[in-house]
């Protein structure tokens, strides 16, 4: 088994956090507060990340606390 890259480990502590944080459903001027205070953390922690990873990480994490959509019946 291979370690996990510094970048694998950001995104899966960034998707545990979403989960554990409640931030799906929450309004959307509460998910930026809360993504721009989680992503200076995780650029803290994983000082290794590029600024375009710790971008990247965002915009899934963004995806990630989204909620399900619908599926309409054809």
Not at 39 to 61: D, I, K, N, Q, W
Request: charged fraction near 35%.
């Amino acid at each position: 088994m291979r370690a996990a890259s510094p970048y694998e480990e950001a995104r899966d502590e960034l998707f545990q956090q979403i989960m554990r944080c409640g931030v799906v459903g929450s309004a959307p001027e509460d998910q930026r507060d809360w993504f721009d205070n989680t992503m200076e953390y995780l650029t803290e922690r994983y000082h290794e990340l590029a600024p375009s990873e710790v971008e990247e990480l965002r915009v899934l994490g963004e995806r990630f606390a989204q909620p399900p959509k619908e599926r309409k019946v054809v």
